[in-house]
């Protein structure tokens, strides 16, 4: 975790080094069938409880200890002190929503989830093949089990000899390929020699 006081530094004021102080020991464990937070209603229950009620009010008094200090020292204390009643109020509220997830039904896709790469990748093509009709053909013609010399293999090899030969770097829809090396659009008509 970084704690570098960024406006401090640019404004040339002393940088603070306790940004992260609380928030070191903060970690989440991830199941997406589970609520990683309380409920309203639970949590209310449990910030009614008596515990964490004192806890909560020991808190306020120590804030109101930080501001009235005398000197820095001091201050310090108070505010390690403060950060172990926040560690206690949290593994509080940690069992609570422990208990809670424990209490949820698992429910479990019944497929299992495709990784987002392959649903990125084959959205990616099924939006760009029409825009060359070779790749259209092989689409077609590639989960076929026939052979190469068959009527249907023969054109597939010929799209991947044309598709191997073409410019990898440019591939035009057939309304905009270049006309005579320039753009086939009316009002712009600039050269295009890639």
Known sequence: MST???????????????LTADFRSATMRRNAQLPQT??????????TRDDYARLTKELEFLEIRIRTARDEMSAQQIREERSQLYCKRRMLE???L???QDSQVGTYLSRPAVHEHNDWR???FERIRHMRPEIERLTRTLG???PLRSPEGIPSLRDLIAIRKSDCQVAYQTCLQPLNGCCPVVTCRKEIKE
Not at 4 to 18: E, H, K, Y
Not at 38 to 47: H, Q, R, T, V, Y
């Open 4 to 18: 570098v006081d960024g406006a401090a530094i640019f404004l040339g004021m002393t940088p603070r080094n306790d």
């Open 38 to 47: 309380l409920p309203a209603n639970i949590k209310a229950e449990l910030e």
């Open 94 to 96: 940690q069992a609570a």
């Open 98 to 100: 422990k208990r809670y």
């Open 122 to 124: 084959k959205d990616h």
């Open 144 to 146: 076929l089990r026939v």
